[in-house]
Nanobody
Framework: QVQLVESGGGLVQVGDSLSVSCAAS????????MGWFRQAPGKEREFVAAIDWSGLYTYYPASVKGRFTISRDNAKNTVYLHMNSLKPEDTAVYYC??????????????????WGQGTQVTVSS
């Protein structure tokens, strides 16, 4: 079992930056790839970023590429999502997730085994 706890969400203005964190406990953190997803009211959960177990490879959809950066610190069992140039459409609950499998697409929520409870990010115009 892996327990994930997100933190760092909040209310920001358009164009601001914000970082959210996800602390993991339980089984060996370094053995898991990590992802961030988000879900806005009335919308499906959306892939935001992923990072492989080593931290060498990262993945982003076009909607956030160049604005968002995912990173991890395996010594601290923590994954981060740094968000720049925030837009109102970035408003959502942000979830971190962990996956043990090294097969399957990183942008598919069904390939992740564990999920956090989410943290709200609101971008006000």
């Amino acid at each position: 079992q892996v327990q994930l706890v997100e933190s760092g969400g909040g209310l920001v203005q358009v164009g601001d930056s914000l970082s959210v964190s996800c602390a993991a406990s339980g089984r060996t953190f370094g053995g898991y790839a990590m992802g961030w997803f988000r879900q806005a009211p009335g919308k499906e959960r959306e892939f935001v970023a992923a990072i492989d177990w080593s931290g060498l490879y990262t993945y982003y959809p076009a909607s956030v590429k160049g604005r968002f950066t995912i990173s991890r610190d395996n010594a601290k069992n923590t994954v981060y999502l740094h968000m720049n140039s925030l837009k109102p459409e970035d408003t959502a609950v942000y979830y971190c997730a962990a996956r043990g499998s090294r097969s399957g697409s990183y942008d598919s929520a069904t390939t992740y085994d564990y999920w956090g409870q989410g943290t709200q990010v609101t971008v006000s115009s």
